[in-house]
């Protein structure tokens, strides 16, 4: 929501400036002039880009104007389900899982976080982390070089998108130029008409420029700083994530990685100990009867891993 309510207040202010001088609105409205550089910015685009690179860039820009999948609930429900996670691992250790991570969207632990289900790649990063642990005899060292190869590659691809958009932000001052210039030809062919219709053709070169800067700085440039911001939110996500299991393998007792993790929440959206241990504690208090003084121990095949 606060990404539209800027755009409107950019566009506003700048319609708003503009009538206040007295200016006659119709005159911004210029069909040719959007055309031209609303034409040559998407052809820049498809030029320089291949097409999954345009399908998420479109799908980032559509990302922006909608809240963020990052938010402190979300964040507060993937330390729950880490804990229950490693809970069960504790407990049956990791062979004990090896359904949930084969199948995940019929695991009993998976289907009650649709959100993580729905994040496709956070899914295949507990998994496929998970599924490598099971295999046994890798030091939780390798582990974590692999989680941060993942989480390498998962950023320079979200980040693609992002440098295609902010390329077309860059154009858009220079398309204007070329259509401001193009307006200038029509009206030097035009010399000696009218004095009015020559100011009118002037008046419309000029609102080639006008449009040019005005998309790049009011609106294309910020869209891809804002995609820019959801990126780095994302990768934080999959870091606690990673701390998480990173904190486990090396023998910690669930509690207490889900703590680790906890502290690698941004602190903007972190949940407080009483928020964390509530959500974790309170669904496994049984659990927790049951397993007695064995809390704060692993099972052996998890420990091997």
Partial sequence: MLPIIGIVIVFGAVVAGFLMEKGHLLVLLQPSEIVTIGGAAIGTLLIANPLHIVKAMIAGVLGVLSPSKFSKARYLDTLKMMFELCNKVRKKGLIGIEDDIEKPAESE?????????????????????????????????????????????????????????????????????????????????????????????????????????????????????????????????????????????????????????????????????????????RPAANDTASAGSGADAMPADASAA
Avoid: W
């Avoid at 649709?114 to 994040?119: G, I, Q, T, V």
């Avoid at 990673?242 to 910690?252: C, E, P, Q, S």
């Avoid at 680790?260 to 100990?273: D, I, K, L, T, W």
């Fill in 109 to 281: 632990i998976f289907k009650q976080y649709p959100a993580f289900l729905k994040d496709h790649h956070a899914q295949a990063f507990v998994c496929d982390t998970l599924r490598t642990a099971i295999t046994g005899g890798v030091e939780p060292f390798d582990m974590d070089q692999m989680m941060e190869l993942d989480m390498e590659v998962a950023h320079h691809e979200t980040m693609q998108p992002i440098s295609a958009l902010s390329t077309v932000a860059d154009a858009l001052p220079g398309l204007g130029i070329v259509a401001a210039v193009l307006g200038v030809v029509i009206t030097m062919g035009s010399l000696g008409g009218p004095p009015e219709e020559i100011g009118k053709k002037v008046a419309a070169a000029l609102v080639g420029t006008f449009l040019g800067i005005l998309m790049c700085y009011g609106l294309v440039g910020p869209l891809a700083s804002s995609m820019t911001k959801e990126a780095e939110s994302q990768n934080s996500y999959l870091h606690v994530i990673r701390v998480v299991i990173l904190a486990f393998l090396k023998g910690l007792a669930p509690i207490l990685a889900i703590e680790m993790g906890r502290r690698a929440v941004p602190e903007h959206v972190r949940p407080s100990f009483d928020e964390m241990e509530t959500a974790c504690k």
